[in-house]
């Protein structure tokens, strides 16, 4: 059994950062990639940034310049930093890896930029 424990969002003001934190946890014998990905309310989910094992990295273009993501192998940790939110970057947000034989995702955070 593996579990993603997610952390680290809440409301703050445009302009402001945010850290998210996703922990994997279980019978995990190795991740490929870890991804963040995000669903507005009426909005499709989608892709925000992804890690591969080798440290290659990917993102949205909407979030590119202002988000960072980065990985703990040890840990089997994900981590997205967030810089200069914006209020379309209110939702909620997933994390994902993906390991030899399928996919898990988290749970979600909350993330609402707003004054």
């Known amino acids: 059994q593996v579990q993603l424990v997610e952390s680290g969002g809440g409301l703050v003001q445009p302009g402001g950062s945010l850290r998210l934190s996703c922990a994997a946890s279980?019978?995990?014998?190795?991740?490929?990639?870890m991804g963040w990905y995000r669903q507005a309310p009426g909005k499709e989910r989608e892709l925000v940034a992804a890690?591969?094992?080798?440290?290659?990295?990917a993102y949205a273009d909407s979030v590119k310049g202002r988000f960072t993501i980065s990985r703990d192998n040890a840990k089997n940790t994900v981590y997205l930093q967030m810089n200069s939110l914006k209020p379309e970057d209110t939702a909620v947000y997933f994390c994902?890896?993906?390991?030899?034989?399928?996919?898990?995702w988290g749970q979600g955070t909350q993330v609402t930029v707003s004054s």
């Open positions: 890690i591969t094992n080798g440290g290659s990295t």
């Open positions: 994902r890896i993906l390991t030899g034989t399928r996919d898990y």
């Open positions: 279980g019978s995990i014998f190795s991740i490929n990639a």
